[in-house]
């Protein structure tokens, strides 16, 4: 039976991660609300340790949960993620949500060749015989132009290329036609040109299955390339979210603007000094009451110490988590 296409894809609210170590416990995140659509991709942007992955990961219930305090919601096409027992969650990865690993050597058994991990992959969750999957393994490489597919399917992963890879992981991703496609940081470890060609190929598949894609980015570049939407992270809290070109355009929260100012530009002096963001990200086992990002601002006052701010629309879909609005415009 068809799901009802007004149910998000993916629906977070309230999401709490808290890591408990040796010491104080880390808040990785703070009450972060996404909502994401059949068919939109949502970029998550923001310096490494805001909340990113773990946000992603949350989405499939990843963390160790002797380790781990989750708390709030998270919706997968209407299925609520926390609560699932194990069998339910296996049956929901790669079947209704799938991720890409930001280092698929990583992420393959080295054991196996890759084309046999995809294979049983499909087993798994398709009722098909071995033939069956194996063809559809064979469709898939050709579907991210993996040269060489057949012979491909016989390689193990670190016989691959980092592009080469990458793909195969996209391939793997897709084995079981999932709804909700995750991806972790899918390019970092790629050279420039592979990873316009990775972009280029997730925004293909997007739009010809109908794909809703998050994915973790500190490359702004790269969220233009793909998103449509964007989701700007700091301290574990969204502090910013919008249309992508709306936020690249008109940003209102100071951590977007000074985000976005650090970015070094084609025409960029390479004698000039790198524009940087002064101070460092508070430490997320002692976050402060108010504003995360109150140290390092520039349009800070003494309210915004103590105060947590909450969001404000300021255009449509476009919206902000500053007191400190009118003074960013």
Same mark, same amino acid.
């Given at each position: 039976?068809?799901?009802?296409t007004?149910i998000?894809?993916?629906? /977070?609210?309230g999401?709490t991660? &808290?890591?408990?170590t040796g010491g +104080?416990p880390i808040?990785a995140?703070?009450g ?5 659509r059949? =068919?939109?991709?949502v970029a998550? /942007?923001g ?7 773990v946000t992603l990961?949350?989405v499939?219930?990843?963390h160790?949960a002797a380790?781990t305090r989750i708390g709030?919601s998270v919706?997968?096409?209407? &299925?609520e993620?926390?609560t ?11 079947a209704t949500?799938?991720?890409i690993?930001?280092e698929?050597l990583?992420?393959?058994?080295p054991?196996y ?7 049983e992959t499909i087993?798994r969750?398709?009722k098909?015989?071995?033939?069956? +999957?194996?063809a559809?393994a064979l469709a898939?490489f050709?579907?991210?132009r993996?040269?060489?597919p057949e012979?491909r ?5 670190h016989e691959?290329?980092g592009g ?7 391939a793997?991703?897709?084995?079981c036609n999932?709804?909700?496609l995750?991806a972790?940081?899918p390019?970092?470890?790629l050279?420039a ?12 598949l ?6 809703a894609?998050?994915?973790?980015t500190h490359d702004? =570049? ?7 939407r964007?989701?700007?992270?700091y301290? =574990? ?6 249309p992508?070109?709306e936020?690249? &355009?008109a940003?209102?929260h ?7 100012g650090?970015?070094?530009h084609g025409?960029f002096?390479?004698d000039?000094r790198l ?6 990200p508070?430490?997320c086992?002692?976050l402060?009451?108010g504003c995360?990002f109150?140290?390092r601002?520039?349009q +800070?006052?003494a309210?915004c110490?103590t ?5 404000v ?6 919206q902000? &988590?500053?007191?400190?609005i009118?003074?960013?415009?």
């Open positions: 039976m068809p799901e009802p007004d998000p894809a993916v629906e /977070i609210r999401l991660v &808290r890591f408990l +104080a808040d995140v703070n972060v609300d996404l909502s994401v059949r =068919g939109e991709v998550l /942007i310096e490494s340790g805001s909340g990113k992955s990961r949350s499939m219930a990843l160790a380790r709030g919706k997968v096409a209407g &299925r993620v926390l699932m027992a194990r069998r339910e969650l296996a049956d929901l990865r790669g949500v799938s991720m690993f930001q698929p990583l992420a393959f058994d054991v060749t890759v084309g046999e991990q995809i294979i087993l969750h398709e098909v015989g071995r033939e069956a +999957a194996r559809r898939l050709e579907r991210v993996i040269p060489s012979r399917l016989q390689n193990y992963p691959m290329s080469m890879r990458q793909r195969a992981m996209i793997l991703a897709l084995a999932p709804h909700v995750l972790d940081e390019t970092t470890a050279d040109t592979v990873q316009i060609q990775i972009l280029l190929l997730l925004r293909e997007q739009r010809d299955l109908g794909l894609i998050v994915f973790v702004i =570049g790269a969220a233009v390339e793909v998103a449509d964007v989701a700007v992270m301290a =574990g809290r969204i502090v910013e979210t919008g992508v070109r936020v690249l &355009r940003p209102r100071p951590y977007t603007v000074a985000l976005l650090s970015r070094v025409g002096d390479p000039a524009p940087v963001i002064p101070g460092s508070p430490d086992a002692a402060p009451p995360a109150a140290e601002c520039s +800070a006052q309210e110490r105060r947590q701010p909450e969001p629309s300021v255009g449509p879909q476009h902000a &988590r500053c007191l400190r009118s003074a960013v415009a």
